[in-house]
């Protein structure tokens, strides 16, 4: 459903083709202007997704021209089996608040830097919090995942002072309250999607 003005319209939405459509018509009409992100959940959830282990979406999202995701059900079948299929990704996965429990390293990137029509953009992602938590062990097997509220002033303070962004973009899977509350704690954030 999308709403416009005080009336609801529920137009033809979803579908890979379908975003694919929209994607190549809005990126016909502002080739320099378009920045696509995927808020995770993306590699569960539907017949194609589950049925594959995720493996189905893999070239989909791919022919997508995605420039990065931070994830959830992505964990569904370890952390081991989401590397492999992130491996294959030709974007990457950002999560700045998960850790390895052995060696206390990222296994995914904490950020990205996209330029666009000249715009710095510095894409910082946060993972589900709750995978560690609420979620079955497996999901989250030799792995840790904070709020990120630690490790995203670092990052943006990074990004700001070394990497020059012009705008800082936190794509992440919290939750809205949870989302409020960390725009409420970070400085120097300036959308949270």
């Not at 990704?89 to 950002?94: G, K, R, T, W």
């Not at 390293?105 to 330029?115: G, Q, T």
């Not at 919290?174 to 989302?179: A, I, R, S």
Request: aromatic content about 8%; some cysteine; proline content about 6%.
């Amino acid at each position: 459903m999308i709403w416009h003005g005080a009336t609801p319209r529920f137009p033809m939405l979803g579908g890979y083709a379908r975003i694919a459509g929209y994607f190549k018509k809005v990126r016909a009409e502002r080739p320099d202007a378009v920045v696509a992100l995927d808020n995770g959940d993306t590699f569960h959830g539907t017949y194609a997704a589950v049925s594959s282990r995720g493996e189905a979406l893999v070239p989909l999202t791919n022919a997508l021209g995605l420039d990065a995701m931070t994830a959830h059900w992505e964990f569904a079948w370890g952390p081991a089996h989401f590397r492999a299929l992130a491996k294959r990704l030709d974007y990457p996965v950002l999560a700045v608040n998960c850790f390895d429990l052995k060696t206390g390293r990222r296994p995914f990137r904490p950020s990205r830097i996209i330029e666009r029509g000249g715009v710095r953009i510095g894409v910082v992602g946060i993972a589900a919090t709750i995978l560690d938590k609420t979620m079955p062990p497996h999901f989250s097997e030799g792995l840790r995942f904070t709020n990120g509220d630690k490790e995203l002033p670092r990052e943006i303070r990074r990004l700001r002072q070394k990497e020059r962004v012009d705008l800082i973009v936190v794509l992440s899977h919290l939750g809205l309250p949870q989302d409020i509350k960390l725009a409420g704690l970070v400085d120097g954030l300036d959308v949270i999607l």
